[in-house]
């Protein structure tokens, strides 16, 4: 009997937006865009827009016919309210789809413009929570072309957009197909400029989506093959890209290894790491990939027992020379392995980094239980409040 039934493969559902994939692809825009709608609103990162990317792509789309408004003053963990802001301007300006543009912060404010154009309320009552009733995207949520130019978060293949709620210092995420991109442009030229540290932090949580939705409980035999190859991708180029950013090849790499990750948690969600660092990251403002790394380890060294299958092949995929060990010995070597990944990219941190102390415990905890308790529920280690206010206490 197999992981998957007795002889066979469970039941379910694979998808993947259209993806334009290659070096230049994002300068023949215009051919993609054609059918979408006669004005976008172009959410761009700030750093992208300042070196021209965005009244590049406005030029290229009036040569369509196609007209556009920029909106770049997007902060990293955007805003909930900056998005509500942004999204009446794009309603009166009559914007009829989206194209979003820089990193995972980018394409999930131009997600919740696509939302909230049409929609009512606040882009916060759509987000997943259990302390109120959530308004699901209707019919009339805008298309979204997602442009990324880092390689890590994976939104431009992903039904996700996070956001910040700066009142009350929380991170919570819409979930919806309706907000799953029409076409991923991935263009690795635009990746090239990352600076040393973001290519850290952006790749490791690639990796860490590949990790997650390898060993969730909900893992099916697409998001296996998927994650698998992912990770395979991020631990042979990643370090490469960290100290050569100017490698092409390592980039092209690491942008396919993103969307093939983004496109594993698209169907299934991420598991106990994300649920930890989300609520650290609304609480301290911290850069999402960094606040992964803070605690991946921690959770690793508690939870590599719970499905030693799963651990081993992680183990061995991070470092194939230990193939000969038994099965118990590779899945107890994966926080270890995973530990010299994040030295290899001079990627340790601690939550204590940004400023986490222990008064703060009790309220990232209940804020996991809160806005991440479907991902703490995929997790193949169940754990408890105090289980999680433990692991919390080590990251510190």
Same mark, same amino acid.
Request: proline residues 5%.
């Given at each position: 009997?197999?992981?998957?039934?007795?002889?066979?493969?469970?039941?379910?559902?694979?998808?993947?937006?259209?993806?334009?994939?290659?070096?230049?692809?994002?300068?023949?825009?215009?051919?993609?865009?054609?059918?979408?709608?006669?004005?976008?609103?172009?959410?761009?990162?700030?750093?992208?827009?300042?070196?021209?990317?965005?009244?590049?792509?406005?030029?290229?789309?009036?040569?369509?016919?196609?007209?556009?408004?920029?909106?770049?003053?997007?902060?990293?963990?955007?805003?909930?309210?900056?998005?509500?802001?942004?999204?009446?301007?794009?309603?009166?300006?009559?914007?009829?789809?989206?194209?979003?543009?820089?990193?995972?912060?980018?394409?999930?404010?131009?997600?919740?413009?696509?939302?909230?154009?049409?929609?009512?309320?606040?882009?916060?009552?759509?987000?997943?929570?259990?302390?109120?009733?959530?308004?699901?995207?209707?019919?009339?949520?805008?298309? @979204?072309? /997602?442009? %990324?130019? &880092?390689?890590?978060?994976?939104? $431009?293949?992903?039904?996700?957009? +996070?956001? #910040?709620? *700066?009142?009350?210092?929380?991170?919570?995420?819409?979930?919806?197909?309706?907000?799953?991109?029409?076409?991923?442009?991935?263009?690795?030229?635009?990746?090239?400029?990352?600076?040393?540290?973001?290519?850290?932090?952006?790749?490791?949580?690639?990796?860490?989506?590949?990790?997650?939705?390898?060993?969730? @409980?909900? /893992?099916? %035999?697409? &998001?296996?093959?998927?994650?698998? $190859?992912?990770?395979?991708?991020? +631990?042979? #180029?990643? *370090?490469?890209?960290?100290?050569?950013?100017?490698?092409?090849?390592?980039?092209?790499?690491?942008?396919?290894?993103?969307?093939?990750?983004?496109?594993?948690?698209?169907?299934?969600?991420?598991?106990?790491?994300?649920?930890?660092?989300?609520?650290?990251?609304?609480?301290?403002?911290?850069?999402?990939?960094?606040?992964?790394?803070?605690?991946?380890?921690?959770?690793?060294?508690?939870?590599?027992?719970?499905?030693?299958?799963?651990?081993?092949?992680?183990?061995?995929?991070?470092?194939?020379?230990?193939?000969?060990?038994?099965?118990?010995?590779?899945?107890?070597?994966?926080?270890?392995?995973?530990?010299?990944?994040?030295?290899?990219?001079?990627?340790?941190?601690?939550?204590?980094?940004?400023?986490?102390?222990?008064?703060?415990?009790?309220?990232?905890?209940?804020?996991?239980?809160?806005?991440?308790?479907?991902?703490?529920?995929?997790?193949?280690?169940?754990?408890?409040?105090?289980?999680?206010?433990?692991?919390?206490?080590?990251?510190?």
């Amino acid at each position: 009997m197999n992981r998957y039934g007795n002889g066979g493969i469970s039941l379910f559902t694979c998808f993947l937006p259209k993806v334009e994939f290659g070096a230049g692809k994002v300068n023949h825009i215009a051919d993609y865009v054609k059918g979408m709608g006669t004005k976008a609103v172009i959410a761009i990162d700030p750093y992208m827009h300042s070196i021209g990317l965005g009244d590049r792509i406005a030029s290229q789309l009036k040569k369509v016919f196609i007209e556009s408004v920029i909106f770049s003053d997007i902060e990293p963990n955007p805003s909930c309210f900056k998005v509500d802001e942004m999204a009446k301007r794009a309603k009166a300006e009559q914007c009829d789809f989206v194209i979003a543009i820089g990193g995972g912060s980018a394409i999930d404010f131009g997600k919740g413009l696509a939302v909230m154009v049409n929609g009512r309320g606040s882009s916060w009552d759509y987000t997943e929570r259990n302390d109120h009733e959530v308004l699901r995207p209707g019919s009339d949520t805008l298309p @979204l072309i /997602a442009i %990324p130019t &880092t390689s890590g978060t994976g939104s $431009e293949s992903t039904p996700f957009s +996070v956001l #910040n709620n *700066p009142a009350l210092k929380e991170k919570s995420t819409i979930v919806n197909e309706r907000i799953f991109p029409r076409i991923a442009i991935v263009d690795p030229e635009l990746m090239i400029s990352m600076p040393s540290k973001i290519t850290a932090s952006t790749g490791f949580d690639a990796f860490a989506h590949a990790l997650e939705s390898f060993i969730s @409980l909900k /893992a099916n %035999p697409f &998001t296996t093959m998927v994650s698998k $190859e992912a990770m395979s991708i991020v +631990v042979r #180029n990643l *370090p490469e890209a960290v100290a050569n950013g100017g490698n092409v090849k390592a980039r092209e790499n690491l942008a396919w290894a993103s969307t093939l990750a983004g496109a594993a948690i698209a169907h299934i969600g991420v598991t106990l790491p994300h649920s930890l660092a989300q609520p650290v990251g609304g609480m301290f403002g911290v850069p999402h990939g960094d606040s992964i790394a803070a605690c991946m380890v921690n959770v690793l060294e508690v939870s590599w027992q719970s499905d030693l299958e799963k651990f081993a092949a992680i183990s061995t995929i991070i470092d194939p020379s230990i193939s000969s060990l038994t099965l118990r010995q590779r899945a107890e070597k994966c926080p270890e392995l995973v530990s010299r990944l994040l030295s290899d990219i001079n990627l340790h941190v601690k939550f204590s980094t940004f400023g986490m102390t222990e008064n703060d415990i009790d309220k990232a905890t209940s804020i996991a239980l809160t806005g991440y308790y479907f991902d703490i529920e995929c997790h193949p280690k169940k754990v408890t409040r105090e289980e999680i206010r433990q692991i919390y206490k080590a990251c510190l």
